[in-house]
């Protein structure tokens, strides 16, 4: 059963830094485009930034800058290291990745940025 868990959320002022983790387990990820999505309420699930097997990161244009996302195939782990947080950034933060017959999510970590 695969099954991906994100940690690291939390509540931190404008300015502050957070490191989401997420871990994946039932299957290695070293071969696997990693993502990181994030949904406000009311609002659509939003691609944040996805990193490829080669350890090349993209970013949304909101978060360029601002976040960085890496892996440790070792760990079977992918980071989202997010620093200069603003209000605006508050939402779930949910990892993401595929194989050829499914999509899979973890339960996501919630990230609070107060004014």
């Known amino acids: 059963q695969v099954k991906l868990v994100e940690s690291g959320g939390g509540l931190v002022q404008a300015g502050g830094s957070l490191r989401l983790s997420c871990v994946a387990s039932g299957m290695p990820i070293s071969n696997n485009v990693m993502n990181w999505y994030r949904q406000r309420p009311g609002k659509q699930r939003e691609l944040v930034a996805i990193i490829g097997s080669g350890g090349v990161g993209n970013y949304a244009d909101s978060v360029k800058g601002r976040f960085t996302i890496s892996r440790e195939n070792a760990k079977n782990t992918v980071y989202l290291q997010m620093s200069s947080l603003k209000p605006e950034d508050t939402a779930m933060y949910y990892c993401?990745?595929?194989?050829?017959?499914?999509?899979?999510w973890g339960q996501g970590t919630q990230v609070t940025v107060s004014s």
């Open positions: 993401n990745t595929a194989d050829v017959r499914a999509l899979f």
